[in-house]
């Protein structure tokens, strides 16, 4: 059975860091690229970045650039969100998601997510 189960949210004060986990199993995890989508409230999803296992190609949206990395511990078939400078508006459920056609076009070439973990952003 194909898993992504999300952790590492929670409350923290703006300028703030977290880092998320995505542990992922059931699958060829060096085939899959894997990425992290918000939902922020009131908002449309988004998607925030994304990462190809195996070229280690990276993706963020331009919000989140230069403040978010995200990085695989192959060992582990898990990827991380380091998110630093964290600020209200990064406030959200953050979900992991993985895609066997890469990390461009349409979010429903995400088969499979993660149920979610909240972060809040204090001000």
């Known amino acids: 059975e194909v898993q992504l189960v999300e952790s590492g949210g929670g409350l923290v004060k703006a300028g703030g860091s977290l880092r998320l986990s995505c542990a992922t199993s059931?699958?060829?995890?060096?085939?899959?690229?894997i990425g992290w989508f918000r939902q922020r409230p009131g908002k449309e999803r988004e998607g925030v970045s994304c990462?190809?296992?195996?070229?280690?190609?990276?993706y963020y949206v331009d919000s989140v650039n230069g403040r978010f990395t995200i990085s695989t511990y192959n060992g582990k078939s898990t990827v991380f969100l380091q998110m630093t400078n964290l600020q209200p508006d990064d406030t959200a459920v953050y979900f992991c998601?993985?895609?066997?056609?890469?990390?461009?076009?349409?979010?429903?070439?995400?088969?499979?997510w993660g149920q979610g973990t909240q972060v809040t952003v204090s001000p």
């Open positions: 059931g699958f060829n995890f060096d085939d899959y690229s």
């Open positions: 998601a993985a895609s066997a056609t890469g990390c461009s076009g349409p979010d429903n070439q995400f088969a499979t």
């Open positions: 990462i190809i296992i195996n070229d280690g190609t990276t």
